[in-house]
């Protein structure tokens, strides 16, 4: 069936707006996605795991029965017949997590299907209980809901959550919610979700850079989409204009066709300037690499010509498993994204989990503020073993081509010559082990992202190789702005010139000591303020592998000279409506300048 098959008869044609951050136009049928809901992970487990998996399966079953267990204590507390009846449906709730068909046959996939604890469950809960719904005989159908039960129980307490099941969607689907954490967004699969919807987050949110990574048309920030939409529903989404269209009618249905049909035929044009250099007309040659956030990026990597990885977060090796990944295993992965690219360099960022990005696996308590709080090199330097394991990983990847070691957050120099240390102690233990090593080791290099790294980045630039400035976060904390919280969306400036001008700060001191800087926030992918960037002085810019076309197009269209003249008059100014009309002129169309 198609997802426009069914129309109703008296469409409401709602039209609701929102911040567009994934751009592409979809259309499907809603999924409304509850408050604390959860995805189930599901990924392939060694031979050598299975046995951990089971007793992680088996103290999962143990915990379950402890909760049930406290259920029938209040149970027969109940008054009159009730009471008694609860107990009875628990009773037989708890003898199926010891002996059940459910608890062998998950037993049985762990083994056989090489699966993690809990996607075995999903699995086998859905073949029994769909079995036992499908009888004949009342009773014996109604035993489905048990064993739903029973194995919503067990995913919740493996994946550490609470609340209803994600995946898997039927394709076409518009998943609308009130909030996706990033690691629920990245269990999305582009093939089946034809859109995202959010009623809450910010254009430079993670939930928002990894739609984009995804390349899933998205949009964030529309506060009314849960009180008008139902699972179900058709909805179309304009996620490059913010639009959001729920129970379209047939006119908007064919609006939102040729939208679609225009984004396609813009993206197969942008796709012609992949092999053609990012220079000005006046010659400056810019680099353009893609930020990265998951393993399954590398052909959109190539696809879209970018010369190298500028920013790879490896929270995705963190998030949607329950244990640490091995130095190893993070070799690994590694290992396989340094030798994807082909002798182009890849800069390998260490942890960032905190704030908005969790990991269940680090089992991190509650923060009061989070995007304050015990995120990124801080939670690394916290723990050691944590930060040592990743280095040593990240130094052995680079024997397989060009790597850099960028780290997160610096906020002083104290932090980054602990790094320091704990980089040399790793170095030693490998060389001992006679662990083959690059020779230069990777350069060194820190994250401009707090306003104090900023104003200390000459002392910083004496004491790292290469600067990046994370725009997300430097806007977040200059100007005091949850990247992520929709209420203030609208103060969250870029162009600020408290932000410009630590920019300005930074770059100036990375030309002093003589070392490389890049610019790997959202901003560099945005063509207009990737022309202020440049009128900066940036001249290397790493952004979603997606937005490189658009970013290099507006580069070959304008000139250097034209971009400093123009970002030095927006610097003088203090409006910011009259900043940004100025910064508009960075965004060259078509009409205005001849097609390079
Ligand atoms: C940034 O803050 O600009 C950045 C690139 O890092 P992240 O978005 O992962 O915090
Ligand atoms: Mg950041």
């Not at 959860?38 to 103290?59: K, N």
């Not at 993206?267 to 250099?277: E, I, K, Q, V």
Request: proline letters at 6%; charged letters at 25%.
């Amino acid at each position: 069936m198609k997802p426009t098959d069914g129309l109703p008869a008296s469409p409401r044609c709602l039209r609701l707006t929102g911040l567009g951050v994934g751009p592409g136009v979809g259309m499907g049928r809603v999924h409304v996605h509850e408050a604390g809901a959860v995805s189930v992970p599901e990924y392939r487990i060694p031979a050598g795991r299975v046995e951990s998996e089971r007793e992680r399966l088996a103290d999962a079953a143990e915990r379950g029965s402890r909760q049930i267990a406290t259920l029938r204590t209040k149970a027969r507390g109940l008054p009159g017949a009730a009471g008694e009846e609860l107990d009875y449906l628990l009773d037989a709730h708890q003898q199926m997590l010891k002996d059940s068909r459910l608890i062998k046959g998950v037993i049985e996939r762990i083994g056989t299907e090489r699966l993690n604890a809990e996607a075995a469950v999903r699995r086998e809960m859905d073949s029994l209980a769909d079995a036992f719904a499908s009888m004949q005989d009342p009773y014996l159908a109604a035993r489905a809901d048990d064993i739903r039960d029973i194995g919503w129980r067990l995913i919740r307490l493996l994946t550490g959550t609470t609340g209803r099941p994600l995946s898997p969607l039927p394709r076409n689907t518009v998943l609308i919610a009130h909030d996706l954490s990033p690691a629920d967004t990245a269990l999305l699969t582009p093939r089946d979700v034809a859109g995202l919807v959010l009623a809450s987050g910010g254009s430079d949110s993670h939930t928002a850079i990894m739609a984009r990574s995804l390349g899933l048309p998205a949009v964030l920030a529309v506060p009314d989409v849960l009180r008008h939409a139902r699972s179900g529903d058709l909805v179309c989404v304009d996620g490059g204009d913010g639009l959001v269209v729920i129970d379209p009618d047939a006119q908007t249905l064919a609006e939102f066709r040729a939208r679609r049909a225009e984004f396609l035929r813009t993206r197969r044009n942008l796709g012609r300037l992949r092999d053609l250099p990012a220079e000005t007309l006046d010659g400056a040659r810019v680099t353009v690499m893609a930020n990265v956030e998951l393993a399954g990026e590398l052909d959109t990597v190539h696809q879209c010509g970018a010369e190298g990885i500028g920013l790879l977060r490896t929270e995705f090796m963190f998030m949607n498993r329950p244990t640490l990944p091995s130095e190893d295993e993070q070799y690994a992965f590694l290992r396989a994204i340094v030798e994807g690219m082909r002798g182009r360099p890849v800069t390998i960022r260490t942890l960032d989990v905190g704030g908005d990005k969790l990991s269940e696996a680090l089992e991190l308590g509650e923060s009061p503020n989070p995007a304050l709080g015990l995120r990124a090199i801080r939670l690394s330097l916290s723990r050691p073993a944590l930060l040592e394991a990743q280095l040593a990983a990240i130094l052995r990847a680079g024997l397989h081509g060009p790597v850099r070691l960028l780290l997160p957050m610096i906020g002083s120099i104290e932090e980054l010559r602990q790094v320091h240390v704990i980089r040399d102690r790793v170095v030693k233990r490998l060389r001992a082990a006679s662990v083959p090593l690059p020779d230069p080791l990777p350069p060194l290099g820190v994250m401009i992202e707090i306003p104090g790294a900023a104003l200390s980045a000459d002392t910083l630039a004496r004491h790292c190789d290469f600067f990046a400035i994370g725009t997300n976060d430097l806007i977040q904390y200059t100007l005091a702005i949850d990247r992520s919280d929709p209420a203030v969306a609208p103060l969250y400036n870029p162009l600020h010139p408290a932000v410009l001008r630590l920019i300005q700060f930074t770059v100036g001191a990375a030309a002093r000591a003589g070392i490389p800087i890049s610019v790997c926030g959202e901003m560099a992918g945005d063509p207009r303020l990737a022309g202020v960037l440049l009128g900066l002085g940036v001249t290397s810019l790493s952004m979603s592998a997606n937005n490189i076309p658009r970013v290099k197009q507006n580069i070959r269209r304008l000139s250097l000279a034209d971009a400093e003249a123009r970002t030095a008059a927006l610097m003088a100014l203090d409006d910011a409506q009259a900043i940004a009309a100025l910064a508009d002129h960075l965004l060259v169309n078509r009409e205005r300048t001849a097609e390079k």
